[in-house]
Structures are given as structure tokens and as C-alpha cells.
């Protein structure tokens, strides 16, 4: 499952990885994914890879523009939609823009683009369509295109607002320049906008992380995801973590996730994600739909689908993406069919993380005892048959999941 759509840039899917990664198995070569259904799906994503910078902590697949000719790469995209088009009805509620840096894409590839969708697609239903977008890559003109566009949400890669953490983390962007970059986007009329910014970062105090805090609250965003710093594989910043040239510190984290718990809502923020809080009626449309268990087409090199309980990932290699669509075949290298335990513990995890809680119901009997211990020890409460996380139990989400897994 791609971590960018469910929530973005932390580890606290890894429950998810632990148990259903290992059951993924290779496709045939003729690329079939062994589902013919019509059924409905509402929610696209669509994974664009490039960055003109590579983050020191980003495990996502991504790379810079090098030769690519973004034409093709425009062109392979649709191409893909409408192989998927020939098996699967779509009726978008929502469409999502990921990366990668979506606003890597030149204005004229990014017009030529979001035609193509419009003439593919029956988009009077939609009710959101989300870009995120990098402060360096996205100007006036670029806002009001995607505006124009029926664009409804911008995610802004902010991550910090102090000169010494954009630079640890290998940003290319100033304070100046991003608060220059989300006055634009207000100024094209964006109807939502949302500020990105992660914590725990070492050597980032919890005074510095709150009066950067402050100054997001400050720009009056519709929105705001805080994510907590994790060390994943393949990364730059793991390397460092296992040669000692930075840390991590659960204190630490408790610290800063509480900083930002207290500071936002009580400025009027709604947490109704573990990482995420909103403005009432501004929250995340097609986040909602992954947390709550809704089928995705994902599209592009990477990307992940999840339909009636199958999931297939695409090719991570944009050459090789490219090249299959191009020959007509679904570019997809993985699948697998989510079992009935698999498909529960995916809702435990994420459900949880939810303002709304998880149901009851999910639990098995036989995990009662460790129930009662969590709801004892204050951890959670359980509301109208939902378990829901009290302030005490919501950093330590991943855990409390683990206990209730079957």
C-alpha cells in the first residue's frame, strides 16, 4: 500500500508492512491481475515521481527528472487509465496528486495532463482533487492553472519553518519563500490548503517545533499534518541514524506530538487523525476513504490499487512503467488477495488512528483481557461500541493496534 496516500511519511503502517508484505507474489507476464469486476471505484491516486532534490529521509519512490521525457511519461499515465478503464468502472469522488513532487511537472505537461483526465473521466461527481506541491516548484501561474483545473486541495511541503532543520533534512526551500508560496496559492483561490511539517527531528527543541507551529497557525491553513520523523530503509538518514550521526528518542517524540496536539487544537483544530488536523468541514476527503477501508486505483510507477480485497503494485522504475503501458500492458509486478485476518488487522491499525475509533466488533474475544488492560490503564475509551483512543493512548497508537491484532 503506498504510505503517501494513507497518510504520508512515517512508520506507523508498519504493522501493515509486518503482516501483508511478505504474502505480495510475482504476476504473470501478460501483467493479468485476475479481477474482471465492474464494481464501482471513487478514489484515484496518481504517483508522480520526480523531485529536483531527493530528501535525506523519504523512502518513497521517487528520483530526479534526469532524461525522462515527461511527455511520454504524461502520455503513459493516461494510456494506464484507460487500460484500467476496459475492467474497472470509475466514478471519481476524489483524485490525489502524489509524489514524487507532482508540481515537478511543467505547466504545459500539467495542462496537458489534467485535460486528459477530463476527457477520460466523468468527473461531475467529484468532491476533491489534492496536488501536493513543494514551495520551489510552484508559482502564480501554476496555482491559478491548477485552480482552473477544478484543483480543490494543496498539500505544501513545508516540514519546518527554522533555517537549521530545512537544512538537515535536505529542503531547497526558505521560510521566506514558503510563506511567499502559500500567500500565491491563497491569492488563486485554492479552496483548501494544507501545511505539511514533521517533528522529532534531532537537534529541533520543542520550542523551536512550537513556534513553528505558531507560524503555520499564523497563515490561517485549512489544514495541517504534523508527522513524526522515522527512519526507514534504503534512506540516507538510516545510514546516519545507525552511525550515530543522528538519533531518534520515543521522549522526544511523546514531547513534540503533545506540543502539537495542545498547541492546534487549541487554536481550533480538530485531530481526527493520529497526524492530522483539520478546520471544521476541511478535512481530507480521500484520506477519510483510505482509513476507512474504500477500494483506490493507483496509477504511475509504484503505485498501489486496492479492489474487491486484491492489491497489485505497479513497477517501480519509471522507464519500465513507461515501456509496459506503452506495449499495452498493465504495469503491475505484485498482487496479492487480502485475506478476511489481513483485511482486519489493515482496520484495526488504521481505524484506530481515527477520531472516530474502531468498532468494537473487530476485536476477537480472545484479545478481551488485553482490551480491558488498555481501557484500565486509561489508554482508551470505549464510546457507543467504539474503541477510541484517549490523549494518553494516542502516541502510542501503533502499540495499542499491536495488542488488538488477531
Known amino acids: 500500500m503506498s504510505k503517501r496516500e494513507i497518510g504520508r511519511v512515517e512508520t506507523q503502517y508498519a504493522i501493515l508492512r509486518r503482516f501483508i508484505s511478505s504474502s505480495l507474489i510475482s504476476l504473470h507476464s501478460d501483467g493479468f491481475l485476475g479481477t474482471d469486476s465492474a464494481a464501482l471505484i471513487s478514489h484515484l491516486y496518481f504517483h508522480i515521481p520526480f523531485c529536483h532534490r531527493i530528501c535525506p529521509y523519504c523512502s518513497f519512490y521517487k528520483h530526479t527528472p534526469g532524461g525522462t521525457d515527461m511527455g511520454a511519461f504524461v502520455a503513459a499515465l493516461l494510456k494506464e487509465l484507460e487500460l ?14 502524489g509524489g514524487g513532487t507532482p508540481t515537478a511537472l511543467s505547466e504545459t505537461h500539467l495542462a496537458a495532463f489534467l485535460e486528459g483526465l477530463a476527457h477520460r ?51 531547497d526551500h526558505s521560510p521566506r519563500e514558503a510563506e511567499e508560496t502559500f500567500d500565491e496559492l491563497r491569492e488563486a483561490g485554492i479552496p483548501h490548503l494544507n501545511i505539511d511539517q514533521m517533528f522529532s527531528i534531532p537537534d529541533l527543541s520543542l520550542e523551536t517545533w512550537q513556534a513553528g507551529l505558531q507560524k503555520t497557525v499564523s497563515l490561517k491553513p485549512d489544514h495541517i499534518s504534523c508527522y513524526n520523523l522515522t527512519y526507514e530503509e534504503d534512506t540516507e538518514f538510516l545510514s546516519k541514524l545507525r552511525n550515530r550521526e543522528l538519533d531518534s528518542s520515543q521522549d522526544r517524540d511523546a514531547e513534540h506530538f503533545y506540543g502539537a496536539l495542545d498547541l492546534l487544537t487549541s487554536a481550533g483544530f480538530e485531530h481526527y487523525e493520529t497526524s492530522n488536523y483539520a478546520r471544521p468541514g476541511h478535512r481530507s476527503v480521500h484520506n477519510q476513504a483510505y482509513w476507512r477501508g474504500a477500494d483506490y486505483l493507483g496509477l504511475g510507477p509504484s503505485a498501489v490499487t486496492t479492489h474487491e480485497r486484491s492489491r497489485w503494485k505497479n513497477i517501480p522504475d519509471t522507464a519500465g512503467y513507461i515501456r509496459a503501458v506503452n506495449e499495452g500492458r498493465v504495469p503491475a509486478t505484485e498482487t496479492e488477495h487480502l485475506t478476511e485476518e489481513q483485511w482486519l ?56 493496534a499491536e495488542a488488538l491484532l488477531p
Open 345 to 400: 488487522i489493515e482496520r484495526i491499525a488504521l481505524e484506530l488512528r481515527t477520531a472516530e475509533g474502531l468498532p468494537r466488533e473487530r476485536v476477537a474475544e480472545s484479545l478481551r483481557l488485553n482490551l480491558e488492560h488498555l481501557i484500565r490503564e486509561g489508554l482508551m475509551e470505549e464510546h457507543e461500541e467504539r474503541l477510541i483512543l484517549t490523549r494518553a493512548g494516542k502516541p502510542l497508537v501503533d502499540r495499542i
Open 84 to 97: 484500467h478503464q476496459q475492467t474497472i468502472a470509475l466514478q471519481p469522488r476524489t483524485l490525489y496528486f
Open 121 to 171: 473521466l466523468d468527473l461531475s461527481q467529484l468532491e476533491e482533487f489534492s496536488v501536493e506541491a513543494n514551495p520551489k516548484t510552484i508559482g502564480p501561474a501554476k496555482a491559478r492553472l491548477l485552480r482552473e483545473r477544478g484543483v480543490t486541495r494543496i498539500s505544501l511541503g513545508v516540514q519546518a519553518w527554522d533555517e537549521a532543520t530545512l537544512r538537515l533534512l535536505g529542503r
